[in-house]
């Protein structure tokens, strides 16, 4: 079982459709982080947040941590063939220093 | 350029041949770590260490062994690979701890056990 669940898995657009991927959890994390990954590299950080309620904006990219820091959202308006890739949430734990990742989403963006 | 770098990127072996995965960072870096990536799972910690000489598990370190004896320097061992162990792995850095702090990850190796 994920301790970070992100959904959906799977997700295949139309260019200029807006999409919302979640990372839900039990658990509280003191900062939960996004990545995007291209085939053949590491993950990449597309932003962190850190309070409850926290909402951060990246052009055309929406992130959101819940107000009590158990879930996530990103959201994409707009989407273009370049947001084409993996989105894995990660969630840094209360105690110790683990960063636990969610099991990510594949979003292919067609033009 | 600020980069971590694993070496190799690719490896094939056979059940119970000892191998190392090597990883450096240029960047400073108090917190490595190494991670397994497979599908549908995701990214799962195997180990990581806050400085030199301070190592700890993480979810999934069964079958690995891991060393810091250099700040820049945190390869990951094998003793006795096994088929289960075919996975894709990560190796990354941060400034300090996870609290919030970017992780930057190394280019991957794939490895496959046979």
């Known amino acids: 079982t994920q301790l970070l669940e992100q959904s959906p898995q799977f997700l295949s657009i139309q260019e200029g459709e807006n999409l919302t991927v979640y990372c839900n959890s039990s658990s509280v994390f003191s900062s939960l982080q996004w990545y995007r990954q291209e085939p053949g590299e590491g993950p990449v950080l597309l932003v962190t947040?850190?309070?409850?309620?926290e909402v951060k904006k990246l052009k055309r990219l929406t992130f959101q941590f819940g107000d009590a820091r158990k879930d996530s959202s990103l959201h994409i308006t707009a989407a273009q063939p370049g947001d084409t890739g993996l989105y894995l949430c990660?969630?840094?734990?209360?105690?110790?220093?683990?960063?636990?990742f969610g099991a990510g989403t594949i979003l292919r963006v067609k033009s | 350029e600020a980069q971590v770098t694993q070496n190799p990127r690719y490896l094939i072996t056979v059940t119970g041949k000892k191998l190392t995965v090597t990883c450096s960072q240029n960047m400073n870096h108090e917190y490595m770590s190494w991670y397994r990536q497979d599908p549908g799972l995701g990214l799962r910690q195997i180990y990581y260490s806050m400085n030199v000489e301070v190592t700890d598990k993480g979810d999934v370190p069964e079958g690995y062994k891991v060393s810091r004896k250099e700040k820049r320097n945190f390869p990951l061992i094998l003793e006795s690979p096994s088929p289960n162990q075919t996975s894709l792995y990560f190796c990354a850095s941060s400034l300090s701890g996870t609290g919030g702090n970017e992780q930057f990850f190394g280019p991957g190796t794939r490895l496959t056990v046979l």
């Open positions: 947040v850190v309070t409850g309620g």
């Open positions: 990660a969630g840094g734990m209360e105690y110790g220093n683990k960063l636990v």
